[in-house]
RNA sequence: AGGACUAUAGCUCAGUUGGUUAGAGCGCUACCUUGACAUGGUAGAGGUCCCCAGUUCGAAUCUGGGUAGUCCUACCA
């Protein structure tokens, strides 16, 4: 073996080994256990958050695969519409091109090309994070088979009457041109304007004055609003306005919505672009007047010098045009919250167009009843909240996208406006009975990508058809998924599931944080803060780095400021950590918070730890290969204290790390596992072996069950921890196993170490105990007295009972070695003793002799700092003790407890001030 | 505006039902190449558990109030 562990070349190879097997496919058991990939953009590549998410998905399912269910780990990538329309389009921009001088079928030809070229990269990263994924049953939003159920949804719920076409306001994106449903919509604080206009009455006897912050919707408005109860207004309601540079009269209406606080408490209604005025235009029976085209440019329906300019230039012009009527009051300053695509960024207009909706409410009932019920629990519970929060009062979600990318709204139009649902053009005709006279257009819309992805669970499987598959592994047993897509995607797979096959997709939904940079901030490209997972794995120099962070940005303005902080937070670039150690750090981070900050020096200190697990390996190979460990033989063994310690040690780990699993809090199952391997097994275990198996004259029995203990421990603890680092476990445990006499081809289909089938053996651990401590004790001194650690010491141990006398008959060679000890000498009760340093353990002193070796002030110092840590210790105790409601009123044992801490470190005390007092006669 | 979450060592975070000497990793200090490992070992320093009040014999933990921060929802033109 390599003196470290180098993580580069094992990885891919076993990764290999194991997909070329069919290890990662379903391989039966009674119980079934499977999860759902979120389906990542199939153009697009792994992030953090991603990294973050497979491998907590890769622990559970390796885990219960391990345990013998029959476990299915479903893949797949979803098609990602506006996104990967997005892409495509902008190379042909490159080519001088756009999709128009394409058309439609040439366009998507071009997607399914550059959905080829780009779509392995993301399988490519999966595998290299290790993931257990079926790749024999990988899936893609847009196969046949899935695009069939999202077709089948789609009739069933128009003729069951929850999808149904309307003309309304929704969120348009004039440089997509397409609608978004509100949640693609994010609204940012900006600052703005608030433009006060003042609106002539028709009659000429004065005026109002109405604020906005979009002063190119007046074209729009149908009426001036003002709130019922106003006392300054009332005597204006029912009048008309001589509305400005249009030319129109549009009433004044009284409306309760108008918050009489805010501006001039009068407010211009303008339905057709905006969601609370279109409300209140459908009130109160108003026009609506669409003054916008698809690119969010003047219409004709405005007055003529204001059409074909864009909304920003329209703005301008208004407002120019008002100030000239001398009608433009004032314009404040106004922060504002300016709703943007998130996809494209740019200004979201409210627009009035035909589209598809879902009735969600409807859908949404049986949604909240199964997290009601306890059918689907979230983990941590309190995300069932936020869930409520938006189902009780969720919108019609609007499924109509104005894409070619996507699947096709199965919906056909006759020429007189008509349109027809069905599967097929030839079936609408045969369903309707309509003349071959008549011709029928398809509706020219995709559905959203989410309409498919919310089929995910039970389309993968095979539905609508009824397959073995899906009776087995559906309902699937987790969903692992992060916060911000609880309403896109969680809450719409629930519905949809419910409804299609009246049960739930997933027991239970295990919410996870966000991965943040260092500082908090959320990575983005933007930002120029985001770490590609795979770098961290394979390592990535600077300048690569630098360009990799810096290429094809949308502003590029930003990029000498990326260049800078880069250079400033990665100086070497990052160096290769490995896949385990990347894997570790995440489970490490995934406590229950909401936010997760992505620390390098983590991942650089569970690097080490595999060079930690790496290098334990190393020594028991050392010591046991072409050795009797006493895996076959008949021959005895004899098993030390420590032998029985650690073992004892490994259950309680086991059954750590289950309990942790079963809670989901890889965090617990990272630290047991951490603490274990290098505070317990490397630390003291292998350490204690070593006089065992260096001792010529330790018996043949004695070896052979060390040697024994020291493997089984370590076979069993790899795996242990292959859920969590799969790479290093089976590399290592290829040879551990055998030697262990397991004969099964991978440990990724051994047995999962269950705890509880020995108990801990208390006796051994007190005794390790008692024997760390004297040693701990020896060192510490050792330490503050800058000793050498190589100087052999003579001790003296003085006072202890009949145990500490036997604990030091059975482990005296140990203490010898660890403490590196010259002679031990055991005093008798009254035997005057040289002056010495002193450590306790219990009653049981512990003297090192001064004579040479030990500086009078530096130990009176040491003692000194001892003694005050005791007395303040005991003041408090004593303090508690004094209190006469604590001793009446606390539980007897709690009492007791306190009492006994109490007269421990008095005798504590009264030792070492015994001590102090006679150095200090020196 | 409403709601949620967070506040613990220099940094990143644990702390499950109130009783711990309040922990871990990284970082820091001193010493050490000893036959698994310097990606290491040994020892050590470092905390007003955000603030105030309350409940309790006892609060990092429970309750109320405040401060700061993050996020989500909402029609303030």
Not at 690 to 708: M, S, Y
Request: charge should be negative.
């Amino acid at each position: 073996m390599e003196k470290t562990f180098q993580p580069a070349d094992i990885e891919t190879r076993w990764y290999q080994e194991w997909e070329a097997r069919g290890y990662f496919a379903p391989q039966g058991g009674e119980r079934a256990y499977s999860i759902m990939i979120p389906p990542p953009n199939v153009t697009g590549s792994l992030h953090m958050g991603h990294g973050f998410q497979e491998a907590i998905m890769d622990a559970l399912i390796r885990y219960h695969r391990m345990r013998g269910y029959n476990t299915l780990w479903q893949v797949g990538t979803d098609h990602a519409g506006i996104a990967t329309q997005m892409v495509v389009e902008r190379q042909l921009e490159a080519q001088g091109i756009n999709r128009h001088d394409l058309g439609r079928d040439k366009f998507v030809e071009k997607v399914w090309e550059w959905k080829e070229e780009s779509g392995g990269t993301i399988t490519r990263q999966l595998r290299r994070l290790g993931s257990s994924l079926d790749w024999s049953r990988e899936r893609f939003t847009m196969d046949p088979g899935l695009s069939a159920a999202v077709q089948e949804v789609f009739i069933r719920l128009y003729r069951e009457g929850l999808i149904y076409r309307g003309k309304r306001l929704v969120n348009w994106d004039p440089a997509l041109h397409t609608a978004i449903s509100d949640l693609e919509v994010v609204a940012e604080e900006e600052q703005g304007h608030l433009w006060h206009f003042q609106y002539p009455l028709a009659g000429g006897e004065g005026h109002v004055t109405v604020a906005t912050t979009r002063p190119e919707t007046m074209l729009g408005d149908t009426a001036v609003a003002v709130h019922p109860d106003d006392e300054r207004y009332s005597h204006l309601i029912g009048r008309t306005i001589a509305l400005p540079l249009t030319g129109r009269e549009i009433p004044v209406i009284a409306d309760d919505y108008v918050d009489r606080e805010f501006g001039t408490g009068v407010v211009k209604i303008t339905p057709a672009h905006d969601f609370s005025d279109y409300d209140m235009g459908r009130r109160h029976g108003l026009p609506m007047i669409n003054i916008f085209n698809d690119d969010a440019a003047i219409n004709d329906e405005a007055p003529e010098p204001y059409r074909g300019l864009d909304r920003l230039a329209a703005r301008q012009r208004v407002v120019a045009d008002m100030d000239a009527l001398g009608l433009l009051e004032k314009v404040d300053d106004h922060t504002l919250r300016v709703p943007r695509g998130d996809r494209s960024g740019v200004v979201i207009e409210p627009y009035l167009t035909d589209q598809w909706y879902v009735d969600a409410r409807e859908m949404a009932k049986p949604a909240i009843e199964a997290v009601e019920s306890g059918a689907i629990q979230f983990v941590p519970k309190q995300w069932e909240n936020t869930y409520f929060a938006w189902m009780r009062d969720i919108q019609d979600w609007c499924i109509s996208r104005q894409l070619w990318w996507g699947h096709r709204i199965p919906a056909w139009y006759d020429e007189s406006g008509n349109f027809y649902v069905g599967a097929s053009e030839a079936q609408v005709r045969v369903e309707h009975e309509l003349a071959d006279s008549v011709t029928l257009r398809q509706d020219e819309d995709v559905l959203d990508t989410w309409f498919s992805s919310a089929l995910w669970t039970f389309s993968t499987l095979g539905w609508p058809e009824e397959t073995p598959e899906l009776a087995t592994f559906h309902p699937s047993s987790v969903l692992v998924t992060g916060f911000d897509i609880i309403f896109f995607w969680v809450a719409r797979m629930i519905m949809m599931t419910l409804h299609f096959r009246k049960e739930v997709p997933f027991h239970t939904v295990y919410v996870h944080g966000l991965v943040r940079d260092g500082e908090g901030q959320k990575m983005s490209k933007s930002k120029g803060n985001v770490i590609d997972p795979i770098d961290l794995i394979d390592g990535i120099d600077l300048e690569s780095l630098v360009s990799k962070r810096t290429a094809g940005m949308m502003q590029p303005q930003l990029a000498s400021k990326i260049e800078k902080a880069t250079r400033k937070q990665f100086p070497e670039g990052i160096a290769p950590y490995g896949t385990d150690a990347l894997r570790f750090t995440y489970f490490s981070l995934a406590s229950t918070g909401r936010d997760i900050k992505f620390d390098i020096g983590r991942i650089e200190g569970y690097r080490n730890f595999c060079n930690k697990i790496w290098n334990a390996a190393r020594y028991v190979l050392m010591n046991c290969e072409n050795q009797d460990c006493g895996v076959n033989s008949e021959l005895p063994m004899d098993f030390s204290l420590a032998d029985r310690w650690i073992t004892g040690k490994l259950e309680e780990t086991t059954a750590q790390v289950t309990r942790a699993l079963e809670n989901y809090r890889f965090d617990f199952a990272s630290q047991a596992l951490y603490e274990f391997v290098w505070n317990e097994y490397c630390d003291w275990y292998l350490e204690l072996s070593k006089p065992v198996l260096w001792d010529d004259n330790a018996a043949e029995a004695a070896k052979r069950g060390t040697r024994h203990t020291l493997l089984h421990v370590l076979e069993k603890m790899l795996r242990l921890l292959h859920p969590f680092m799969p790479f290093i476990t089976e590399e290592i445990w290829q040879t551990v196993g055998a030697m262990a006499g397991k004969s099964g081809p991978t440990i990724m289909l051994e047995p999962y170490p269950q705890a509880g089938e020995k108990g801990v053996d208390s006796v051994a651990n007190a005794d390790i105990e008692w024997l760390k401590g004297v040693i701990v004790g020896i060192r510490n001194i050792r330490g503050e007295m800058n000793i050498a650690p190589g100087k052999e010491l003579p001790v003296l141990f003085r006072n202890g009972d009949q145990r500490d006398q036997a604990r030091l008959g059975h482990n005296a060679q140990f203490l010898k070695k660890l403490a590196r000890l010259a002679d031990i000498t055991w005093l008798s009760a009254g035997e005057e003793s040289p002056v010495a340093a002193t450590a306790l353990v219990g009653e049981l002193e512990i003297l090192v002799p001064m004579a040479g070796l030990i500086d009078k002030d530096a130990e009176l110092q040491r003692l000194g700092r001892e003694i005050d840590k005791l007395e303040k210790d005991l003041s408090r105790l004593k303090g508690k003790l004094g209190n006469a409601s604590f001793v009446d009123r606390a539980p007897a044992e709690v009492v007791a407890r306190e009492q006994e801490k109490m007269e421990a470190q008095q005798q504590a005390l009264a030792t070492l001030q015994e001590q102090q007092q006679h150095i200090r006669q020196l």
